[in-house]
């Protein structure tokens, strides 16, 4: 067809095409509910638009117009709101009508100046369906083609004005260009500054009445008693996230109807304790059952979102909710609501002052006793937030949160709550049983003495600051003899702490007279209490002995008396402990040193010198500790290693050996032994095999590792015959028990272990034999591992295999992965041997394809960043010389490299292989496709702006096929480009909206 037969007859065949496009899509929608549709309006191309782009194409004596042009025939669909064209583009109503053969969105850029380029539309040439074709009544379309373009009424209006003005430019030579320019000028300006903005806002209106509707259709349907009547707690979790969302926030007067929401949400809470729990079941597999806490979790953050409405109806609910809890994790998310409430907020400090602290503070005089006791934690966290000397607080747009500190206003008012909650917390102490509850107490307490640290503060703050710390002080010392040791050590240390803090105050504050005699009584205090805390001679040895923050004597005269200085004195004093150690006073000592020995401790800094005060009495005094050892209970027999130490450097070497083997023989202490065995010097071989076979004789797991332990630590100067005859043994009966922990262990690492690196291929297989079922072949996992590639790389190749296949297993557990996510150790002695490795991943993709790309291609990623060390080279080996097979693998190894630029070259010379039907042109635009982490509004926009400009070196391939792929893919990222384009800045202006900030028409990236 040329243009006078498309001038003649063929315009009226299109108009009417047209018109039966927008016939079927007008029907599609109305048959789905809930669009809000302007029109559908179709159209021929007019003949003069048609020639004049004839013209411009230089194809007027076309006779092939119907396959030159797309649009003779367009239909446009305009929606009132850009929610309804998101909503239509993501259905499918035009696939199921229609053949699509192409696929557009047009979306301007920031950038973009040029004023017929500021549309917004959706475009896509369609044919009709084979089977609607064949119908009689549709027959005459066959092979036609029509335009379909999705926009909202207002991108409407402008494309219209602008097609009937800048589209239809007249041949204006010398005369109005300036005018013709100022038009253009003015449509950008319509398009940016108003038509933009004007479409975001139609969207938050439609989107916000639509909640409004649902939320109101909830509140009719009593949405509070859905809640606690749901038939199990997964739908109960599911109907308080939606009254969360979109009921509560609608209420006019939410503090009128605080009280009955809260009541019911109790209710529903109390009944989800004891409503049991039901898997969730998906077409994917099930999911864990909503529990209890997800249900107390919902009600925690509504009752924290809505603290402040009626401050006596949550500090109530809150309790009520604690006293139920029966586990820690729900006791911490109720103790952060409580801190929330008692902290000092700084938009409640700025109207009403410490109201909150004070309400918190009364609530909680009103107690009893035993409702104090039940609460203790919860009332004990308050009441420390109360006496934080900083507010803070945030503020929120759509593009940021500012934290906002500040420093607490000293008032009467503030005082009075201070002095109130430092008296519940002395009250709570005399209710406290444990040391633990005695030690939040006064962690607690500790909190009113200090100044703040984020801002300068008044004289009179600072001044209630110093009256509170010497109260506190006082308070400290009449409590002195219920203290454990432990407990004294550190509070002496926080009072020197604080005696130091204030002994020199800021120059501003020298001068003050009641400054300088809150100073004066804060120095009394610090003194009396450390006079009455080292009145006792067993805690002046305890502090010598135990622990890493023990305050000595020069420490209160020199504020600069630290650890160097601190070590000295300890060693000194240690000896003259050791010398007052005799027949007359060993058993005063052993009374002494079993109570120190029941200190509860995770922290390996508590013991070091108490460990080698047994080492060096046992070397001084063997016969005194050989009396010890025979009496010795748990808590004391645990610094036996420090003991045998000694005693095999003393006199008595040859006893202590014989006890050490009757031990050994009848199973006792083994592990404690295997323990010195790893630092015992000189060491006995003999001794670690006996103890090994006590181990395994006992089933002794602790033991074994212990033998483990001091086998791969005594291994670099007597190696001997530790691998073959403890080492190996030792590990092959843990992993027989499925005892994993030698993997990883505190205090000890496993990186560059000489151990690891003597051992024979067989020995390595049992090493990565033992580790096949370790989790995470990570850390302390990958070092060992790393060890073995260096001398054993194909046993490790093997290895991983092994591992992807166990993963398939039942037998994996619920968080195995069977490659590192990311390499480190590992890294070096993978990428030396790249055939290898590779050869491996092939075995692994032939046996595990569907995830292969998540392991094996993963590790091959990160042992080869950027396809280095030659395997790029080895891939286009395998695609040039390979089959349909090869290339599939080709893909998936470049799969895992998520896009980066180094596989498009790679990717270039496998299409160029493919004739343009292969089925793996899709596994190739899939390579391309993956990604890895985006960051930032516009981030996706800049990566497929990215990949376009390097796809666009395609173009000029010699390759047809190539220069065809790179085409599609060109369209496909043009499209991408447009649609996250335009959610970003739909994202960006409706965040906006909802913050209620103005729209300026600059909400492009």
């Known amino acids: 067809m040329d243009f006078e037969e498309y001038e003649r007859a063929g315009r009226a065949e299109y108009a009417d095409f047209a018109a039966t496009v927008a016939a079927i899509l007008t029907a599609a929608i109305n048959a789905e509910e809930g669009y809000r549709l302007q029109q559908v309006k179709g159209r021929a191309k007019q003949p003069d638009s048609l020639n004049k782009k004839l013209l411009l194409r230089d194809i007027d004596t076309s006779t092939t117009l119907e396959d030159n042009i797309k649009d003779l ?5 305009i929606f009132y709101t850009n929610s309804d064209v998101t909503r239509f583009i993501n259905s499918e109503i035009i ?50 083609r029509c335009e379909i373009q999705i926009q909202t009424i207002l991108n409407h209006a402008w494309a219209e004005m602008a097609h009937d003005t800048i589209y239809k430019t007249p041949e204006l030579g010398d005369f109005g260009g300036k005018a013709f320019e100022g038009i253009k000028s003015r449509l950008q300006k319509v398009a940016r500054k108003y038509l933009l903005p004007a479409g975001y806002e139609f969207q938050k209106i439609a989107s916000d009445f639509q909640r409004l509707v649902e939320g109101k259709a909830l509140f009719d349907g009593d949405a509070l008693e859905a809640i606690v009547e749901a038939a199990d707690n997964n739908v109960r979790a599911d109907a308080l996230e939606t009254f969360a969302e979109n009921v509560l926030p609608l209420y006019d007067d939410p503090h009128a109807i605080y009280h009955d929401v809260v009541d019911r949400l109790l209710v529903a809470a109390n009944r989800a304790r004891v409503t049991p729990p039901v898997t969730i079941e998906t077409p994917y597999g099930a999911l864990p059952a909503k529990t ?5 979790n919902a009600v925690a953050d509504i009752l924290m979102r809505y603290r402040y409405l009626d401050f006596d109806i949550t500090f109530d609910a809150l309790c009520k909710l604690f006293s139920w809890s029966e586990n820690e994790d729900d006791r911490k998310r109720l103790t952060k609501l409580g801190k929330a409430l008692a902290k000092h907020e700084l938009q409640i400090w700025r109207e009403q002052g410490p109201i909150a602290q004070a309400l918190v503070v009364e609530r909680i005089e009103k107690f009893s006793a035993d409702e104090r006791r039940e609460l203790e934690k919860l009332l004990t966290e308050m009441l420390r ?6 507010v803070s607080g945030s503020t929120s747009s759509s593009n940021a949160v500012t934290l906002h500190r500040g420093v607490v206003v000293a008032s009467d008012a503030l005082r009075t709550v201070r002095t109130r909650a430092i008296d519940l917390l002395k009250n709570q102490f005399a209710l406290a049983e444990s040391d633990k509850s005695y030690r939040a107490i006064l962690q607690a307490l500790q909190a009113a003495t200090q100044p703040p640290f984020s801002a300068e503060y008044s004289k009179e703050l600072a001044l209630q600051v110093m009256e509170n710390t010497h109260t506190i ?9 219920r203290l454990s040791y432990k407990l004294l050590q550190s509070t002496e240390h926080w009072v020197n702490l604080c005696y130091w803090r204030h002994m020199t105050l800021p120059e501003s504050m020298c001068s003050d007279p009641k400054l300088a005699a809150a100073r004066d009584q804060i120095e009394a205090a610090a003194l009396a209490f450390r006079d009455r805390a080292n009145s006792n001679p067993d805690f002046v040895i305890y502090k010598i002995l135990v622990g890493y923050n023990s305050v000595f004597p020069p420490a209160w005269q020199d504020k600069e008396f630290r650890y160097n200085q601190m070590k000295i004195y300890r060693n000194e004093q240690v000896d003259l402990l050791l010398a007052s150690v005799n027949e007359d006073s060993a058993d005063a000592w052993f009374e002494r040193i079993s109570h120190y020995a029941q200190t509860e401790s995770d922290d390996a800094a508590t013991f070091p010198t108490f460990g080698n005060f047994f080492e060096r009495l046992a070397e001084a005094q063997p016969a005194i500790v050989f009396s010890y050892v025979d009496r010795m209970e748990a808590p004391l027999a645990n610094f036996l290693p420090g003991m045998l130490l000694g005693l095999m450097r003393s006199g008595m070497r040859d006893q202590a050996r014989q006890l050490i083997d009757a031990w050994l023989d009848s199973g006792q202490h083994v592990g404690r032994i295997a323990w010195y065995l790893s630092f015992a010097n000189p060491f006995d071989e003999a001794m670690l095999r006996h103890a090994l076979d006590s181990a395994i004789k006992q089933d002794d797991r602790f033991a074994l590792r212990n033998v483990l332990v001091a086998a791969v630590s005594q291994f670099e100067k007597h190696p001997g015959i530790l691998i073959d005859e403890v080492f190996i043994p030792a590990l092959r009966h843990l992993k027989a028990a499925g005892d994993d922990s030698w993997v990883r262990m505190p205090w ?12 024979d291929e067989e020995a390595a297989s049992v090493v990565l034999d033992a580790l096949v079922s370790y989790p995470q072949l990570e850390d302390s996992a990958e070092h060992i591992v790393a060890a073995i590639a260096e001398r054993w790389p194909a046993s490790v190749v093997t290895f991983i295999g092994n591992r992807l296949a166990f993963a398939q297993t039942e037998n994996a557990p619920t968080r195995y992965n069977a490659v590192p996510f990311a390499v480190h150790e590992l890294q070096a002695p993978l990428a030396a041997i790249p055939d290898l490795l590779l050869e491996g991943a092939r075995k692994w993709y032939d046996a595990y394809p569907d995830s292969f790309i998540y392991d094996g291609g993963k590790l091959l990623a990160s042992v080869f960043p950027d396809l280095s060390n030659g395997l790029e ?24 490299f998520e896009g980066k630029p180094c596989v498009y ?15 793996l042109l899709a596994e190739a635009r899939s390579v391309l496709r993956e990604m890895g982490v985006v960051c930032g509004q516009f981030g996706l926009v800049a990566l497929y702006t990215k990949r376009k400009k390097l796809i666009e070196a395609w173009l000029d391939d010699p390759n047809e096929n190539v220069r065809c792929f790179a085409a599609d893919y060109i369209r496909e990222l043009e499209s991408r480009i447009a649609e996250e384009n335009r959610s970003a800045e739909a994202s960006l202006a409706l965040r906006k909206l909802e913050y209620g900030e103005e729209l300026d028409g600059k909400e492009q990236g």
């Open 95 to 144: 696939d199921q009508n229609f053949e699509v053969s192409e696929v557009k969105l047009h979306h301007p850029r920031q950038e973009t100046e040029d004023a017929t380029e500021l549309y917004i539309s959706n475009h896509y040439i369609v044919k009709l369906r084979p089977d609607r074709a064949a119908l009689p009544e549709y027959a005459r379309f066959i092979g036609m």
């Open 473 to 481: 002080m006082e308070f400290q010392t009449q409590i002195v003899p």
């Open 292 to 296: 209890y806490g997800d249900i107390l």
């Open 748 to 759: 000890f690492s496993w990186l560059d272990s000489p151990i690891i690196r003597a051992l």
């Open 385 to 390: 937030e109360v006496l934080e000397t900083e």
């Open 905 to 919: 070259g790679l990717v270039r010379a496998v299409v160029a292989e493919l004739d343009s039907e292969n089925v």
């Open 873 to 896: 080279e080895r891939l286009s080996a395998i695609a040039v010389d390979g089959d349909q097979d090869d290339y599939v693998f080709v893909f998936s190894v470049l799969s895992a």
């Open 73 to 77: 025939a367009g239909c446009r669909v």
